[in-house]
């Protein structure tokens, strides 16, 4: 189980956003990954193996974290920034992927 | 450029079949794993079966195990999801993935879904 925290993040344009994922087991940094969700659109891949940059995502993006902790960090929040992020965590054995139920980024 | 485009929701009564499809482009699609993902009404993603390139290995969520059937025909780049036994609690938008590889096991494309609803 993946939760998430806060739920919602009130924050207004060029502040920094810091967004929790916590795993009730300790995982892989490998199998982390954090999505980006706008209203009507797909996820979309930021951040995989807990910290790299998927292809195209500013650099104002990243991931930290390790054994059941996580972090994605918005350096300065763009206008474009603010929608629903997911962590997402994958487990071996069987293989299954698990969501975070999500933290909302809102203009203040 | 990678693209996919599903096709085949609607809506449908408890009990019923539909078949989903996924039409993929822009990359050699044998060569990666792909997932069915799906999304209810202001709820988080909910992947539901994945299956690998070669269409061999096969896994599913509980939630859909024995209802729903994952296929790829890789002569014409075609994901597809059978799904059977519907239940209200199945609608949802219905998203196709293609896996980032085998390494990192995320999904760094996804389709803009199909919506399901299943209602009598």
């Known amino acids: 189980v993946l939760t998430q925290s806060p739920g919602t993040l009130s924050l207004s344009p060029g502040e920094r956003a810091t967004l929790s994922c916590r795993a009730s087991?300790?995982?892989?940094?490998?199998?982390l990954a954090w999505y980006q969700q706008k209203p009507g659109q797909a996820p979309r891949l930021l951040i995989y193996?807990?910290?790299i940059r998927a292809t195209g995502i500013p650099e104002r993006f990243s991931g930290s974290g390790s054994g059941t902790d996580f972090t994605l960090t918005i350096r300065e929040l763009e206008p474009e920034d603010f929608a629903v992020y997911y962590c997402?965590?994958?487990?071996?054995?069987?293989?299954?992927?698990?969501f975070g139920q999500g933290t909302k980024v809102e203009v203040k | 450029e990678v693209q996919l485009l599903e096709s085949g929701g609607g809506l449908i009564q408890p009990g019923g079949s539909l078949r989903l499809s996924c039409a993929a482009s822009g990359f050699t699609f044998s060569t990666y794993d792909m997932a069915w993902v799906r999304q209810a009404p202001g709820k988080g993603p909910e992947w539901l079966s994945v299956?690998?390139?070669?269409?061999?290995?096969?896994h599913y969520a509980d939630s859909v195990k024995g209802r729903f059937t994952i296929s790829r025909d890789n002569s014409n780049n075609t994901l597809s999801l059978q799904m059977n036994s519907l239940r209200v609690e199945d609608t949802s938008v219905y998203f196709c993935a293609k896996s980032r590889g085998s390494l990192y096991r995320v999904w760094d494309s996804w389709g803009q879904g199909t919506l399901v609803t299943v209602s009598s």
């Open positions: 193996g807990a910290a």
């Open positions: 997402q965590q994958f487990g071996r054995s069987p293989p299954t992927w698990t």
């Open positions: 087991q300790s995982l892989s940094s490998s199998y």
């Open positions: 299956i690998s390139g070669t269409g061999l290995t096969t």
